[in-house]
């Protein structure tokens, strides 16, 4: 299988809508709740206009097809209900948050959200003015907690706090450095090629 990672323009939200929301009903068993996800509802506002913020989608290059999803926006973890000492940490713009990278079931295991953490890593770097990068987790999303500490460290592991708090992980990635003359990774845009594990 081969896939493109991109850029997302208008012409994809609709079909990035739809993995955003099929992995929060399906994966998150979340539902819909707005002060969590109005940003899957506004994605232009919140990820295509805005300058420091990013939409990427992976598609798969047979059906054409969008498959997966991965975003920053320069916006820290709030408290409540995060804990306290961890919003501070990581304030609003100075923090490049990592989010909503999901990939359809069919297409995991592929190498897709490694290559979506690559591309986004490399925007931090060419936006610049970042300080930190975050991300946050749902252990009980399948493969998600190991994958994520395969890439970040662990800043609080919610199950660990007195009562459990909301039971998600925080991490943190390194700031990347912006790269000279060929940029780092898989370029956005080019062809992505996955093997079945």
């Known amino acids: ?3 493109v990672l991109r850029t997302a323009a208008s012409a994809d939200v609709d079909a990035a809508r739809s993995v955003m929301l099929d992995t929060v009903y399906g994966d998150l068993r979340s539902g819909y ?3 969590w996800h109005r940003d899957i509802i506004d994605i232009e506002g919140t990820y295509l206009r805005p300058r420091r ?3 990427l989608v992976a598609l798969d290059e047979a059906s054409g097809e969008v498959v997966g999803t991965g975003a920053v926006r320069d916006q820290g ?3 409540p209900p995060n804990p306290p000492w961890v919003a501070e940490r990581f304030p609003s713009r100075s923090t490049a948050q990592l989010c909503r990278i999901y990939v ?3 297409h995991r295991r592929l ?8 591309e986004l890593s490399a925007f931090v770097a060419e936006a610049g003015g970042y300080e930190a990068v975050y991300l946050h987790t749902d252990p009980a999303v399948p493969g998600a907690e190991p994958f994520w500490r395969s890439l970040a460290t662990v800043v609080c592991d919610e199950r660990e706090l007195p009562g459990g708090g909301q039971g998600i992980v925080h991490f943190e990635l390194p700031v990347p450095a912006p790269s000279v003359g060929e940029p780092a990774g898989e ?3 080019a062809p992505l090629t996955a093997t079945a594990c």
């Not at 190498?111 to 690559?118: F, L, N, T």
Request: net charge positive; charged share 20%.
């Open 187 to 189: 370029p956005v845009g």
């Open 111 to 118: 190498g897709i959200a490694r290559a979506m953490v690559r």
């Open 77 to 79: 973890p709030q408290a």
């Open 1 to 3: 299988m081969s896939y």
């Open 33 to 35: 709740v707005p002060r």
């Open 104 to 106: 359809r079931p069919t």
């Open 53 to 55: 913020r990013t939409l």
